[in-house]
């Protein structure tokens, strides 16, 4: 740590906060704006469920206390603003006495096991591709068929997700149509259990990686062509080193800078669109969270949910700009 | 190497046609098709709406889970000319549906990010040239601003409200395509300020005003154009997002809402490919375009990259 | 004179072609020359002579889509162009070693010095231990002046004559038997200039490989190789020992090469027609003024307080001297108002530049311009090169309607020795580096300003027209009564064209005086220095030693060499 510059490290805390504050600000104001009353809600979801409720006065009073609606504004917010840095966003009102934060807790390892791996894969292959789209030794074929491979890059995740669905699950039945493992499997350490939830995971995955490898190879194509002109890959060149290494250490390891904080700048983008792959493949996680409760109109738990996802994303790009020093050594000297 | 062996007068062909593309960049062919693939969708639309019976579009105005012509559903229905793309599952024909659904898409895409690049040039240029505190505060702001996703706040925000107009969501989306323009144009601009063609229309005594728009104004346009259509991708990525989700606009339809529809019918399983496959078509016919567009400027403004394909 | 069985490169009948949209181009034409073993041949010629593509030949490293389209290349036995991809791998480096450029951004970035030299001797040494790298690594280093600490550097850490060295280290760290050295020391100043290549031709010797040095810099030239090969559009015109070509060319060329080098003492490349008037001023103030003009950047002070007076009765040109970081692009933006001083006060015509009203402000513009380094950024690539003459011609009023402005960019065009037809309407890209910078000069000639600014005019243009465009200034002062401030690191040039130089080291203004004294005759160590590691087209001249850091330059006082009428610099 000691060797991260103390403004570098300050201005991107102070980021990390403002995003953070500001997304729950949003997600607090939004709400506070509409007509709709959440207590109102409810009631009516307990009118449904018992046919009649005799004193609703009373009760929407209850209610609006337990919500804590009650109160002037100004308290409702500092109340809110603590209990989100508590990970406390109340009860659901769906499903009336569960706190939103054990929902959470439930779908959080799905989303998050889903998205590092399909985020690692297409990091990857993409900006491998990219590179490979740019180097003089790239066979033929692989220089026709990456850029044909780009069409499915400018497909949104959904739009693949029920294109991979059609194709792998309701016409072959290679892999399951929906959820993140099978019915008849019980949850826990079982190799039943792990392979269900990869076969489950797989399509959903794939869609996100086809869809977004190809936002990597083309932010990569341009960088490599750029540090192909450089002078130290001809110099590179001149000390008559391999090809390959000249590649992965003197162009890949340049070209991937400014790729990295690419990373950081479209890992929300990227997130948001895993949530609706969630949703279209009734995953488990996150992204089903937030369906349901928008068909509930269940707003703790869309703010909660809102919440999180914002949150990790923040923090995502934290870690990134933190790690950032060590891999770019100019880094640790100039600050901007 | 072994192709220039065989066929080196075609080789040359391409070479000289290569080194004529270097001379006039916007005559690029990904250029052109993706221009045209758009216009092919704004066609669409308005020839549609001349030619084909609009009222199509309410539900229960033909039979329900109609194919296309030349196909068959399940229940052995052939498709009719009377609705040549088929029907959805409340009765509503499909063509009608693109017809007025494909042009919203393109109309939020682009009303979103003309607002956002409006946005974007104002406070990129005022950070740039003003610098200090405001610079900082703009800085500040578009960093925090990019890294939440535009799609979260938008579900906050349409859950809360309900229904929402086209219009009203555009100006939702534009709230958040302004980032990656103000920090674009805030760092051509500084850029630019040490540049020797600034210094010399300082020192002919040219006003801010001047330096902005003539000088630095028409060198920064392919990257301008470049990040409009990114956002315009952008844009509709979000609109049809929220409509998939079941909030989007609920009285007009959309490609999106149609697909939202399609799922939760269970058009999959039922096999009604067609119900949610054309409005998916469309949109990828849409992207398609927006990318071609995007690499054709890419190689407008770097040239190094029409040295490559 | 040259044995055959030590030749290590010969190149027969060698021709180079490339493709353009205007057809095929042929870069070298049937060149023919060979090098011996421990020679150093320079390949002396302007940029697009092909001396370059020639050198990368030589490694098939040619930039596509240009390929050599006839002749041999022999590299002591072996037939270059009969090898294959991995065969000339192979060669690279360990039979024949490029010192590029561009040694400012030859290096990668983001690994150490170490691991650079030590992938080098990998790639043709398989499995060489860490123990022995290191050694040799060091050995390399130490052997071009580097400490061996410099191994675990990054390259933004180094300067670039310490970049230039590492690239050095690496040209010759598998011995090989010829090293092309582009250009090496084209980025570093005159005494960096100098060390370096003296390191270069030690390290040479003791290896004893075959040299080609490139270049157009004939004093460079001179100074430090054996043979020189002359080229011209891509064909070889003279070819000869050294000290033949410089005491008695043949070709026109290599004469025009030769007197171009401006020289101290020498014949001036000037000749003035006639003395003009200053333009006639409304003010009885000096034109400029520095009251106690300081610039500190953080904790790096760019220039000590100066005071100085011009007073601008009768034009002059007051050089300002030094090498990079001196402090002298700080002095020139400071006068042009780019730059606001730490301290002090820039007065024009006793208005303070700080505190100028808008009116007055343009007044000042128009009346002190400028010439920028590098003429190409100095031209909107959007617009046709006539924008930058036109628009500062009507901001400032000066235009009387289309025509008038038309005729006023043809008249200095002219005046500046370019064909107005030829060269208005054409885009900047679409002219060569000298067209431009006399452009620049041209749009200076049309504003008729009071005092113009020249920041190293020519030290981006080619060798043999730095003399003209530099007489095109010397015509603004001349013929048009301009006051000039003329910002150089070459004194050679100051000396012949300046009626006052002051010499800058490290912010501070060390020597100063009429250029008959302070370059002629030298008294302080800096300037002593500067002027004994210019590179001289003669031979017989020593290329001096030392460098500027020494405790001697750092700790002499300024030295006053007399004064001139009409500049008073206040002694400090």
Same mark, same amino acid.
Request: overall charge neutral; proline content about 6%.
């Given at each position: ?29 939004? *709400? ?132 991979? %669905? ?113 949703? @279209? ?56 | ?93 499909m063509l009608a549906l693109i017809i007025i659904g494909a042009p919203n898409s393109l109309f939020v895409g ?6 956002? %690049? ?30 939440? !996703? ?30 990656? $323009? ?57 609109? +049809? ?11 007009? *339809? ?56 | ?17 490339? *493709? ?126 580097? $400490? ?31 090293? @092309? ?80 080098? $401006? +020289? ?31 610039? +500190? ?33 700080? %002095? ?8 606001? !001083? ?16 808008? /009116? ?9 311009? /400028? ?9 909107? !690539? ?57 452009l620049i000069v041209a749009r200076a000639l049309m504003l008729s300003p009071k005092l113009l600014i020249a920041?190293?005019?020519?030290? %981006? ?86 460098? /500027? ?9 300024? @030295? ?13």
């Open positions: 740590m000691s060797r991260i510059p103390r403004d570098y490290l300050i201005n991107r805390l102070v980021t990390l906060v403002l995003t953070v504050l500001i997304a729950a600000t949003l997600i607090w104001i939004i *709400p506070r704006l509409s007509p709709v009353d959440p207590a109102e809600i409810a009631l009516g979801r307990m009118a449904a469920g018992a046919g009649a409720v005799e004193n609703a006065g009373e009760i929407l009073e209850t209610l609006r206390a337990q919500m804590g609606i009650d109160q002037p504004l100004i308290v409702q917010y500092f109340k809110y603003i603590k209990g989100v840095l508590l990970f406390d966003f109340g009860l659901s009102t769906a499903a009336f006495p569960t706190p939103v934060s054990a929902l959470i807790a439930n779908a959080l390892p799905w989303t998050l096991g889903l998205m590092l791996i399909s985020l690692i894969i297409t990091f990857i292959i993409g900006n491998l591709l990219g590179a490979l789209m740019v180097w003089e030794k790239t066979p033929r074929l692989w220089k026709v068929a990456i850029p044909a491979a780009m069409v499915f890059t400018s497909i949104p995740p959904i739009l693949s997700g029920l294109l991979l %669905m059609w194709i792998f699950a309701a016409t072959l039945g290679w892999f399951p149509l929906t959820g993140a493992y099978g019915l008849t499997v019980e949850p826990g350490w079982s190799w039943d259990f792990a392979t269900s939830v990869l076969h489950h995971g797989f399509l959903p995955a794939l869609s996100i990686v086809v869809v977004t490898f190809g936002f990597w190879a083309l932010g990569m194509r341009g960088l490599m062509i750029s540090v192909q002109g450089e002078d130290y890959t001809t110099l590179a060149k001149a000390k008559g080193l391999k090809p390959r290494y000249i590649l992965y250490k003197y162009m890949i390891r340049n070209a991937i800078l400014p790729q990295i904080t690419a990373f950081a700048l479209k890992i929300g983008l990227l997130i948001a669109g895993q949530v609706l792959v969630e949703r @279209i493949f009734a995953y488990n996680g996150m992204g089903k969270l937030l369906y349901d409760a928008i068909l509930d109109q269940d707003f703790p738990v869309i703010q909660g949910v809102s919440y999180v996802i914002i949150l990790m994303t923040a923090l995502s790009v934290f870690i990134v700009d933190l790690i950032y020093p060590f891999i770019d050594p100019r880094v640790r000297h100039e600050v901007a | 190497m072994a192709e220039t062996l065989q066929t080196p007068t075609r080789a040359e062909k391409r070479q000289a046609r290569r080194l004529r593309r270097f001379d006039n960049p916007w005559l690029n062919p990904k250029l052109i098709w993706g221009v045209a693939l758009l216009l092919g969708i704004l066609l669409l639309g308005l020839i549609g709406r001349m030619l084909w019976n609009l009222d199509l579009v309410f539900t229960g105005s033909a039979t329900l889970k109609l194919p296309p012509v030349g196909f068959e559903n399940l229940r052995k229905q052939e498709g009719v000319w009377d609705f040549p793309l088929g029907t959805d599952g409340s009765g509503r024909d682009l009303l979103a990010s003309l607002i956002g %690049m409006s946005t974007g040039i104002v406070l990129g240029f005022t950070a740039g040239f003003v610098g200090g505190r405001t610079d900082d505060v703009i800085r500040v702001l578009s960093d925090v601003m990019i890294t939440i !996703p535009p799609l979260l706040i938008l579900v906050v925000f349409q859950a809360s409200f309900g229904d929402v107009s086209l219009t009203m969501m555009a100006l939702l989306i534009a709230g958040f395509v302004w980032q990656s $323009p103000t920090r674009l144009i805030r760092a051509q601009v500084l850029s630019m300020k040490q540049s020797g063609y600034v210094q010399m229309a300082r020192l002919s005594g040219a006003s801010t005003g001047h330096i902005m728009f003539r000088e630095m104004m028409p060198n920064l346009v392919p990257y301008l154009f470049g990040s409009f259509i990114a956002n315009v991708t952008t844009s509709i990525v979000t609109a +049809v997002g929220l409509e998939v989700l079941g909030l989007g606009p609920q009285r007009i *339809p959309t490609l999106g809402r149609t697909i939202y529809e399609a799922i939760n019918a269970g058009a999959l399983i039922q096999n009604l490919w067609w119900w949610w496959g054309i409005p998916t078509l469309l949109l990828a016919v849409m992207f398609v375009g927006l990318l071609l567009i995007n690499l054709g400027l890419d190689e407008v403004s770097n040239p190094r990259l029409r040295k490559l394909s | 004179m040259l044995d055959d069985t030590e030749t290590v490169l010969t190149l027969t009948d060698l021709c180079i072609e490339f *493709p353009t949209p205007r057809g095929l181009v042929q870069a070298v034409k049937d060149l023919n020359l060979s090098i011996a073993r421990g020679r150093r041949v320079g390949f002396i010629g302007e940029s697009g002579s092909g001396k370059t593509t020639t050198a990368l030949s030589v490694m098939q490293m040619l930039a596509k889509p240009g390929r050599v389209s006839g002749g041999q290349i022999d590299l002591g036995g072996t037939d270059v162009l009969a090898q294959g991809e991995e065969e000339m791998r192979r060669l690279r480096l360990s039979r024949v070693a490029y010192i590029p450029q561009g040694a400012m951004n030859s290096l990668n970035p983001i690994m150490r010095i170490e691991p650079q030299l030590w992938d080098a001797i990998l790639a043709h040494e398989p499995g060489v231990s860490r123990p022995d790298l290191k050694a040799r690594s060091d050995a390399a280093l130490v052997s071009v002046g580097l $400490p061996v600490h410099a191994g675990r550097l990054y390259p933004h850490e180094l300067s670039g004559g310490m970049k230039q060295r590492v690239c050095i280290a690496l040209g010759i760290i598998l011995t090989p038997e010829l090293i @092309i050295a582009d250009e090496p020391t084209s980025a570093l100043d005159v005494v960096t200039q100098r060390q370096v290549m003296q390191t270069l031709k030690e390290i040479q010797e003791k290896i004893g490989s075959g040299l080609i040095l490139i270049g157009h810099d004939m004093g460079l030239m001179a100074q430090s190789v054996d043979e020189l090969a002359v080229l011209k559009d891509g064909e070889l015109v003279e070819h000869g020992s050294v000290a033949q070509i410089i005491t008695a060319p043949e070709h026109p060329y290599t004469r025009d090469l030769i007197s171009s080098v $401006p +020289v101290v003492g020498g014949a001036s490349f000037l000749n003035p027609e006639r003395r003009a008037e200053a333009p006639k001023r409304d003010s009885s103030e000096p034109l400029l003024r520095f009251e106690g003009v300081s610039k +500190v950047y953080g904790d790096v002070t760019a220039l000590r307080p100066l005071s100085f007076t011009l007073e601008g009765e009768v034009p002059q040109i007051i050089s300002i001297v030094g090498q990079s970081g001196s402090g002298k692009s700080t %002095m020139g933006s400071i006068m042009l108002g780019f730059n606001p !001083p730490t301290t002090g006060r820039v007065l024009f015509e006793g208005q303070d530049l700080a505190t100028m009203s808008a /009116a007055a402000s343009l007044d000042f513009r128009k009346n002190v311009q /400028a010439v920028f380094q590098d003429p190409y950024a100095c031209f909107n !690539p959007f617009y046709r090169v006539n924008h930058a003459l036109k628009f500062p011609f009507k901001r400032f009023g000066l235009s009387e309607g289309e025509a008038h402005t038309q005729k006023a960019m043809e008249e200095a065009c002219v005046a500046v020795g370019l064909d107005p037809d030829l060269v208005l309407t054409r885009y900047p890209h679409q002219l060569s580096g000298g067209q431009r910078q006399r920041d190293e005019p020519v030290s %981006m243009v080619d060798a043999s027209l730095r003399a003209t465009i530099l007489a095109n200034i010397y015509d603004l002062k001349d013929k048009h009564g301009i006051s000039i401030l003329y910002i150089t690191h070459d004194l050679a040039t100051a000396y012949h064209v300046s009626d006052y130089v002051m010499v800058l080291y490290k912010g501070q203004v060390v020597e100063a005086g009429p250029p008959k004294s302070v370059i002629g005759d030298p008294q302080h160590p800096y300037t002593q220095l500067l002027i004994a590691s210019i590179p001289w087209p003669d031979l017989n001249r020593p290329w001096g030693e030392g460098g /500027a850091e020494d405790p001697g330059v750092q700790e002499a006082p300024t @030295i006053h060499r007399g004064d001139v009428a009409g500049f008073d610099l206040v002694k400090g």
